[in-house]
């Protein structure tokens, strides 16, 4: 098994066909479209692999997302992105461009992607389950899972080391992914301790300022049913519809309340941490969540698509770059790589990362920033554009692109055998899931847990590995 052998089924073409069908009857952005709808297709053939956690696509399908919900939405009101966005603040005549640019952009970074793994191999997971104790997997897998919520808060004291131990423990997921497929896969009565731990987790998660934890939850487990399926079937089209209505559904109901449930957490201060107790955030979470209104539920639809349609920003750039500043002609990637590789005693003048500043820099917006506790990214695909403009930018994303497959196909390579591939490299979902997100924090992610997890791997599968073997 490997990557770009993956023939695109007939029902695909005719699900396509017939959105833009309707996109050239009723809606005014049917060639905008076209691209748009076929990255999916694209990115299906170079990267899903039948009975695998398919990572990689589904990291590109997030990245998808913020290019194209914008569009997606507009097509659904039947009116053009200039027409959606012109009671914003943006630019609205260049939502069009910068919906094109993102989504070529994507194309770009998947073929370097796809480059650098398209030489791997994979064989199936099958074959080895028999050789792990679900048992010895479930106890990893909750242990992990337990020592990650309890030091959440207890890392930030480790302020030099405080991101490699963050993007370390995000092979929590990679255990989670191994524990929900051998445990479905081999006859046991673990499943509702499982399930269980799952429901524990969510219900700790209400806790959070956000609603990362519940979203990654519910994500990695709709991965972890489909991987257990053998091929794509009406099933599973079934289960991923229902799955991705109910995620929807929570969070437009999350964007409608998560205004007013901050104000309370946070007792009022310019903070993202819990000031009141666990007990009367969930007490409030609660309420807001059975409160909302029709009205709220409406403002929660267009606040979810204005923040999961995340390219407004990028359209400020386009109307500022280069009109009233200039092209950096690499110094932004540049910036980007020797923020990661110059460590801080050598530049004592490192800055501080603040997305908001950047942001503001190039789109000539007033936001506020890491002061305030807010923080608005620009995104890697706009800062390619500010770097080279409209055409060179695209090689550049392609070499992007190239560098996280490189890492990916790494770890493929230095893992004992398909177990251990799915635990050291589940944690790409995240990793890829990059568009918005500041150049710097996209390649420091990936370059932190890279190396963190290249150095560590010996370690930890020679101390692990025997434990998930064991016969219990």
């Known amino acids: 098994m490997s990557y770009g052998l993956k023939r695109i089924s007939l029902i695909y073409w005719v699900i396509v066909i017939v959105y833009l069908s309707y996109c050239f009857f009723y809606t005014p952005n049917f060639y905008l479209t076209i691209p748009v709808i076929l990255f999916p297709l694209f990115a299906f053939r170079l990267f899903w692999i039948d009975n695998q956690p398919n990572v990689l696509f589904w990291g590109m399908m997030l990245q998808w997302l913020p290019a194209s919900t914008q569009l997606l939405y507009s097509n659904f009101l039947g009116v053009t992105l200039a027409e959606r966005m012109k009671e914003y603040s943006f630019p609205a005549e260049m939502m069009e461009l910068a919906t094109l640019l993102s989504t070529v952009g994507l194309f770009a970074f998947s073929i370097g992607l796809y480059l650098a793994v398209r030489k791997l191999r994979f064989s199936s997971m099958d074959i080895l389950i028999d050789k792990y104790s679900p048992l010895g997997i479930l106890v990893v897998y909750t242990s992990f899972s337990s020592v990650v919520y ?58 959070s300022f956000f609603a990362r934890e519940i979203l990654l939850i519910v994500m990695f487990s709709i991965l972890g049913a489909l991987q257990i399926q053998s091929k794509l079937n009406f099933k599973s089209f079934a289960f991923i519809t229902i799955g991705v209505i109910l995620l929807v559904n929570y969070l437009i109901l999350w964007s409608a309340i998560k205004r007013d449930y901050r104000e309370f957490v946070s007792n009022g201060k310019v903070t993202q941490s819990l000031m009141v107790s666990e007990e009367a955030a969930r007490s409030k979470y609660f309420d807001l969540m059975t409160g909302v209104d029709d009205k709220q539920y409406e403002k929660g639809i267009e606040d979810f698509v204005n923040r999961l349609g995340y390219i407004q920003f990028f359209a400020a750039c386009l109307d500022h770059v280069p009109r009233v500043v200039a092209h950096q002609d690499g110094r932004v990637y540049f910036s980007a790589l020797q923020h990661y590789f110059v460590p801080r005693f050598l530049n004592p003048d490192k800055e501080v990362l603040d997305d908001s500043k950047h942001t503001a820099e190039f789109t000539g917006l007033k936001l506020s920033g890491a002061k305030e506790a807010t923080s608005f990214s620009l995104g890697y695909i706009a800062d390619a554009y500010v770097d080279f403009g409209y055409f060179y930018m695209f090689p550049l994303l392609l070499a992007f692109g190239w560098l996280f497959g490189f890492c990916y196909q790494f770890l493929v390579r230095k893992s004992i055998n398909e177990l251990w591939v799915w635990i050291l490299t589940s944690p790409f979902l995240l990793l890829l899931n990059i568009n918005g997100a500041d150049t710097k924090k996209a390649l420091g992610g990936l370059l932190i847990y890279f190396l963190t997890v290249a150095i560590l791997r010996k370690y930890l599968i020679r101390i692990v590995d025997p434990f998930l073997r064991a016969k219990r």
């Open 150 to 207: 309890l030091t959440t808060n207890w890392i930030w004291a480790f302020s030099g080391f405080v991101q490699y131990i963050y993007l370390f423990f995000y092979i929590k997921w990679g255990f989670f992914l191994v524990a929900f497929y051998v445990i479905h896969k081999r006859p046991n009565n673990l499943r509702w301790y499982f399930y269980g731990f799952i429901g524990l987790e969510i219900f700790l998660g209400l806790n």
